[in-house]
């Protein structure tokens, strides 16, 4: 990875992570103390991140970090679930490549270990949501269309839009782990399906999927009226 994309990622999850407050001004010669980088590479990551959403101009000099709205959040995760759906269409008009299989089906048996815990920890819902990105990697990188990967790759660039992006929230609000039992649940039948080459079927369990992410979205909103504290990366988002 050259310094470039280094530094994009570094500034990036900095701001995921809730690390700068939305309103913030980002300096080049800020960012670069903070990173111990040149200016060249956190100008450009600048340019990047504008374009991702993720920050916008003030003024004449540098950057804020931006906020967003409930809506909008939803937004994102409703286009991963029709590109995803379409991956997923795909990979079972496809079939199934032996190697894959089995790599699915390892990614199945991981989540299968985690939901059988009783009482879910911070290292589960890591573990959870590292499974879960390789599976959604793996069918999106079989579909064997690059057009839709590389928009599934930019859609998952904005904030909560990626396939574990809210999954922290359940550990941080101590959410039960039915959702992600649920959500375990769709990834056996999304197997399933692309075993058995049922592609409208493949199509309908990846959209639906997304939905648990939906759900998670809607948790963390019931527990802010509640008065609960909320994961410091959604304080990006209006009203959080």
Known sequence: MNIHSTVLMQ?????????????????????AERLDASRTPVRAALVSLEQEGLVEPKDTVGYVVRQFTVQEVADVISV????????ARLVAEHGLSRQLARDMQACLDEGDSVVAVTSLQVDDYARYAAMNDRFHDLF????????LQRAIALNNKLPFAAASALLPIQGAL????????????????????????????AQALATEHT??????????????????PVPQA???VVGM
Do not use: W
């Open 174 to 201: 101590a959410l039960d782990r039915d959702s992600m039992m649920y959500a375990h649940r769709q990834h056996h039948m999304l197997f399933d399906a692309l075993a058995r080459g049922e592609s409208a079927r």
């Open 211 to 228: 939905e648990t992410a939906r759900h998670n979205l809607q948790k963390a909103l019931e527990h802010r009226d509640e008065g609960a």
């Open 80 to 87: 991963r679930a029709h590109l995803e759906g379409m991956a």
């Open 11 to 31: 500034m990036r999850d900095l701001i995921l992570r809730g690390e700068f407050a939305p309103g913030m001004r980002l300096t080049e010669k800020f960012l």
């Open 234 to 236: 959604l304080r990006l």
């Open 140 to 147: 999106v990188e079989a579909c064997g269309n690059r057009a």
